[in-house]
């Protein structure tokens, strides 16, 4: 899979604990867009595998890198899909990088499922977002968690999956 | 795996059991099909030259095996050609 | 997620993990090479080996390869499969035993009621698939009678023995000796064998043996008819479904539902009888006559259709393209997929 190269060489420079710091910046986006959403700190606490006192701290703005952050909005801009895989990479959390990912993306999509589709459940295997599921040997695709990486799109056999952002 | 027609002439002993028998040299020629041999330049598949096995065109083959039924000595074979 | 290839003893099995466990197995021995699960294949993963050559010739190779780079796993070969030499298992559960899955409407059963048991489809069956038991009543239960030697009169001279085509007389010989010169100690009749023919009792020189049937002089009515019991189990891993059994049987005891409808032309012209076709069908529908008498000219080949179920070894089997098979029907349970229901019906001709 594709991985932008640029930000890669950015992290390298910062050393080996470049990676938990820009997953502080991610987290504090999507603490905040959280927060925007009228969640309350208990449950962004649990949504992203944090402790409440460190919610606290990023919501006002305390103890967080603003380099970190400048760089976690720099990902969040990305592609789908490399935001994707590169946030999955950082995190190595399927669950959290879910989460992070449904918190700070914005953009929405909605999968189209030909009636060509041969329900392989290759899509639901490639899934990161586990936003795919069967039935009746057809691939459903909860707009709610696709997040418009449109892996399952290229990958599919029968080419019966078709993404489309929403504006 | 592509399992294909190959002849092996140093174990031939020219019976031409494999070119009668071949049900597509039959269909080709009549005169195969009664032993007699081509007379003409029909395309067959396989022939008997000078006491030794030769694949003619083997694309024509319809790999049935039947020639590797009736050869007595392994000389014609189906197997991998990949 | 991945997708792996384990070919064993020419099984083939593609697994592949991920959210679940997707696991397709190919057993070599049930394939008929008929090229149906190459026909449905979605992503063109499988291609089946040369009906004749696998058939016909010592190969080391599996009847097909399936190529795992391509397969997807979705299970249309294991669902289309005549012959069940493939399955799809998903988290363990065979995709068959699965409602959402059209599968192939396919059955052969032996009405116990009906069967009597005479072995015909055993002998008929072409996968060797029927196994016929049964449990015949003792001789002596059909039969009632007397019979009596009387050792006084008895000369031993063995006739009888030699005779009985029930083997029921036996003598007990020995070489006479001065203190005891006799040919036999005694004579035994079993009556369990004994079927009351009255052989013994016209060939005994001596008049020795008393023998009465009961069954002829007051008829069949005081005799129970014969029990026969057994069992007629059909092997479905075995069955080809190809109706054998059914036109066989004299007591229409079994029923058999063919997976596909269609027609079977031969062309005799084109025919070279090299007997590849005879020697690929599943189910014995191609023989060649034998003519009755010399200078008879019996056509090259003989198909009854009747046992055909229209699988394609044949037709892709055949080196001069003498055969067609036509398939006009599939039977298989309804299903909610578009996708699987064009692939099943793109398989009629």
Known sequence: MYINIGIISVINTHGDSMPRHIVSGLKYIAAVNLRKKGHTQKKIAEILDMDRSTVSHYLNGRNVSWTSIEIAEVITNFCPKDFMILTYALLKDREQTRNIIKTCSARRYEAFIKDSCIGCALCVDNCLMNAITLDNLRSHIDPEWCFGCRICETECPTDSIEIKEVD | MTIGLVVHPELCHGCGNCVVSCPVNALRSSEIAGGKGPTDDVEIIMIVEDGEINLRNSDLCGKCGTCVETCPVDAIKLEDVE | ?349
């Open chain 3, 1 to 349: 997620m991945e997708t792996t290839e384990i070919i064993e003893d020419k099984n083939i099995t593609v697994e592949r993990t991920g959210e679940e466990i997707r696991k397709l197995f190919f057993k070599n021995e049930l394939c008929a090479s008929c090229g149906l699960c190459e026909e449905i294949c979605p992503v063109s993963a499988i291609e089946v080996e040369p009906t004749g050559a696998m058939v016909r010739t010592e190969q080391e190779s599996s009847k097909i390869n399936i190529d795992e780079t391509k397969c997807v796993l979705c299970g249309m070969c294991s669902c289309i499969c005549p012959f069940d030499a493939l399955d799809l298992e998903i988290d363990g559960e065979s995709i068959k035993d699965k409602e959402e899955y059209p599968k192939l409407i396919k059955s052969a059963e032996i009405d116990d009621e009906l069967c009597i048991y005479c072995k015909a489809c055993e002998t008929a069956c072409p996968q060797t698939a029927i196994t016929v038991s049964r449990e015949l009543p003792a001789r002596a239960d059909l039969v009632t009678g007397e019979i009596e030697v009387d050792k006084d009169k008895c000369i031993y001279c063995g006739m009888c023995e030699e005779m009985c085509p029930a083997d029921a007389i036996y003598l007990e010989e020995q070489i006479p000796t001065s203190d005891n010169p006799e040919v036999a100690s005694d004579i035994i009749i079993d009556e369990d064998k004994c079927v009351y023919c009255g052989i013994c009792k016209r060939i005994c020189p001596e008049d020795a043996i008393t023998e009465a049937c009961r069954i002829c002089p007051y008829g069949e009515y005081e005799i129970e008819e014969a029990d026969v019991t057994g069992s007629s189990i059909i092997d479905d891993e075995l069955c080809v479904n190809c109706g054998w059994c059914q036109e066989i049987c004299p007591k229409d005891a079994p029923t058999v539902t063919k997976p596909f409808e269609g027609e079977l032309t031969h062309d005799d012209e084109i025919c070279q009888g090299c007997e590849t076709c005879v020697m690929v069908c599943p189910c014995n529908v191609f023989s060649f006559p034998q003519p009755s008498k010399s200078g008879e000219k019996v056509p090259k080949l003989f198909k009854d259709e009747r046992f055909c179920i229209y699988c394609g070894a044949c037709e892709k089997s055949c080196p001069v393209d003498a055969i067609e098979v036509k398939r006009t029907k599939v039977n298989y349970t309804p299903t909610k997929s578009k996708a699987w229901q064009n692939a099943f019906e793109s398989l009629k001709s």
